[in-house]
Nanobody, 122 residues
Framework: VQLVESGGGLVQPGGSLRLSCSVS????????MGWYRQQLGKQRELVAE???????NAADSVKGRFTISRDNAKDTVSLQIDSLKPEDTAIYFC?????????????????WGQGTQVTVSS
């Protein structure tokens, strides 16, 4: 299973970024897809997630500024980030859960991307 993220970078406060993640290797449909972030010295935290049916959930700190979306036909999930703040600086990780073959048998699991750095600074 591979999750490949793109779209991170350096942006000024108030700017925007769009993160994208492409998932491959899962069997059939993907369950929940989402984005987490890990700020320096802190634990990884949920940013936003979207279920297979399209229901979304987001952290209070990003509501109104971050928008998550998924394309089930392309097995991708995106995060539109607007009105960026310095405190949004973090490594952002793509997450998906779904069915994959493990040791020849299907098993439900959680899968992560390598992470993409977002830095908000003037």
């Amino acid at each position: 299973v591979q999750l490949v993220e793109s779209g991170g970078g350096l942006v000024q406060p108030g700017g925007s970024l769009r993160l994208s993640c492409s998932v491959s290797g899962l069997i059939g449909s993907i369950g929940t897809m989402g984005w987490y972030r890990q700020q320096l010295g802190k634990q990884r935290e949920l940013v936003a997630e979207v279920t297979e049916g399209g229901s979304t959930n987001a952290a209070d700190s990003v509501k109104g500024r971050f928008t998550i979306s998924r394309d089930n036909a392309k097995d991708t999930v995106s995060l539109q980030i607007d009105s960026l703040k310095p405190e949004d600086t973090a490594i952002y990780f793509c997450h998906a859960d779904g069915l994959a073959l493990e040791a020849g048998a299907p098993a439900w699991g959680d899968y992560w991307g390598q992470g993409t750095q977002v830095t908000v600074s003037s």
